[in-house]
């Protein structure tokens, strides 16, 4: 079996000979596997901000980015929890109708951060 190319913005360290979609010449083909964690809507701010401070410190720890990568996602730099809100806007609007309305759930909760993936192009 070839890998014909992987999905993301950059290639796979775990497949460092495999272009991206992108590369391969299907850039609209850019369907990102990224996770996160949420807080109840009306969660005070300064929860929220802490929150997102002790997830933050904990992506910059070296072994948890490498244990992260050993499963293939390509681990972010940290981010606001407004920083968090766009991405899920910006994935939730490229994405299929049927897939969007089952992610929909996940507008009931106020995004806090992305723990691993790649962010989606706008492209």
């Known amino acids: 079996m070839k890998a ?3 999905l993301g913005t950059i290639r796979s360290p775990l497949l460092p000979n495999v272009p991206t979609m992108s590369e391969a010449g299907y850039p609209e083909v850019n369907i990102v596997p990224w996770y996160g964690y ?9 929860v929220i901000d802490k929150i997102v401070a002790g997830f933050n410190e904990v992506m910059k720890v070296p072994s948890v980015r ?5 499963q293939a996602p390509q ?17 939730l609007k490229n994405m299929p109708r049927s897939s969007a309305r089952r992610a929909s759930s996940s507008r009931s909760r ?3 951060r992305n723990g691993s993936g790649s962010p989606p192009s706008d492209a």
């Open 75 to 91: 681990p972010m730099e940290p981010m606001s929890a407004g920083e968090i809100a766009e991405l899920m806007h910006r994935t």
């Open 110 to 112: 106020a995004p806090l």
């Open 38 to 46: 949420g807080a109840p809507r009306g969660t005070p701010q300064p």
């Open 66 to 70: 490498g244990s992260l990568q050993k």
């Open 4 to 6: 014909l190319a992987v």
